[in-house]
Nanobody, 119 residues
Framework: QVQLVESGGGLAQAGDSLRLSCAAS????????LGWFRQAPGKERAFVAA????????FYTDSVKGRFTISIDNTKNTVYLQMNSLKPEDTAVYYC????????????WGQGTQVTVSS
């Protein structure tokens, strides 16, 4: 069973950078998608970025393109979200998620990590 543990959230000022990490355990040789979602206060959880574990294809929501980068360290079974040029609207709880395959719903979630960006 896949388990996900996020780390790396915290406080930042506008323009700063943060890197989130998601350590994944229980992965098999089956292809997975690892993704990042975020939920701001009073809003629904929203997609941020995703990467195909065995292929490296990456996907981003428009609002983070050019600022955020998702990547994988296969030796550590860890997926990262490098967040640059942070904005106050990036403030949210960030969740790591996983699904078997490359389409469909995510069915494994981490506990979330808070990112707060001040202006």
């Amino acid at each position: 069973q896949v388990q996900l543990v996020e780390s790396g959230g915290g406080l930042a000022q506008a323009g700063d950078s943060l890197r989130l990490s998601c350590a994944a355990s229980g992965l098999t040789s089956v292809g997975y998608t690892l993704g990042w979602f975020r939920q701001a206060p009073g809003k629904e959880r929203a997609f941020v970025a995703a990467i195909w574990w065995n292929r490296g294809n990456v996907f981003y929501t428009d609002s983070v393109k050019g600022r955020f980068t998702i990547s994988i360290d296969n030796t550590k079974n860890t997926v990262y979200l490098q967040m640059n040029s942070l904005k106050p609207e990036d403030t949210a709880v960030y969740y790591c998620a996983a699904r078997i395959g490359y389409v469909g719903n995510y069915n494994r979630w981490g506990q979330g990590t808070q990112v707060t960006v001040s202006s």
